[in-house]
T-cell receptor
Framework: KNQVEQSPQSLIILEGKNCTLQ??????????LRWYKQDTGRGPVSLTI?????NTKSNGRYTATLDADTKQSSLHITASQLSDSASYIC???????????FGTGTRLQVFP | KAGVTQTPRYLIKTRGQQVTLSCSPI?????VSWYQQTPGQGLQFLFE???????NKGNFPGRFSGRQFSNSRSEMNVSTLELGDSALYLC??????????????FGPGTRLLVL
């Protein structure tokens, strides 16, 4: 069964600290993996999209990594800011189909 | 470039009623997808339209339907509303195939409350 699991479900960190969010998937065949940031009450915004051949991709203070062998991805946030408080959603695309499998997200709260 | 717009932003209905939500994609985008988001379930895929044709459909009952017009604007309709239909309904647009690596741009959503 194609599934995407994210951990932790929620996370609280202090401003300025780094954190790493995890995404494990059992999607096959794999096409691409993307990370979204969703602020409360708003639609998700794309952070990164990675294909099978990409190991890492950065977008400012956000760095996503992908290990296609172990079917794991992580999103690392450097020097967190209050504006990073949001839900982060991992989405995996099933190859040769038009299907996207969504994780349930990690809720990140950054405190001053 | 204007983003994805959704109307209305908030809606309150009672059980048994029907509702129509509207989505205007980014200019030039031909693919429009609809999602339901609830706190416990996360984002659930409803359907995707491309050039006025439904290209993909999620596992929702037939009470949920949609359509896309020639200008790529899309509507979704929910008939015979149930309490469990209370959710944030998100629309996302992309130029072609969202699953193929195209970036999807999401609208702000319509928050539906069914009483």
């Amino acid at each position: 069964k194609n599934q995407v699991e994210q951990s932790p479900q929620s996370l609280i960190i202090l401003e300025g600290k780094n954190c790493t969010l995890q995404c494990n998937y059992t999607v096959s065949p794999f096409s691409n993996l993307r990370w979204y940031k969703q602020d409360t009450g708003r639609g998700p915004v794309s952070l990164t999209i990675m294909t099978f051949s990409e190991n890492t991709k950065s977008n400012g203070r956000y760095t996503a990594t992908l290990d296609a062998d172990t079917k794991q991805s992580s999103l690392h946030i450097t020097a967190s800011q209050l504006s990073d408080s949001a839900s982060y959603i991992c989405v995996v695309s099933v190859g040769n189909t038009d299907k996207l499998i969504f994780g349930t997200g990690t809720r990140l709260q950054v405190f001053p | 470039k204007a983003g994805v717009t959704q109307t209305p932003r908030y809606l309150i209905k009672t059980r048994g009623q029907q509702v129509t939500l509207s989505c205007s994609p980014i200019s030039g985008h031909r693919s429009v997808s609809w999602y339901q988001q609830t706190p416990g379930q996360g984002l659930q895929f409803l359907f995707e339209y491309f050039s006025e044709t439904q290209r993909n459909k999620g596992n929702f009952p037939g009470r949920f339907s949609g359509r896309q017009f020639s200008n790529s604007r899309s509507e979704m309709n929910v008939s015979t509303l149930e309490l469990g239909d209370s959710a944030l309904y998100l629309c996302a647009s992309s130029y072609s195939r969202p699953a193929g690596g195209e970036t999807q741009y999401f609208g702000p959503g319509t928050r539906l409350l069914v009483l």
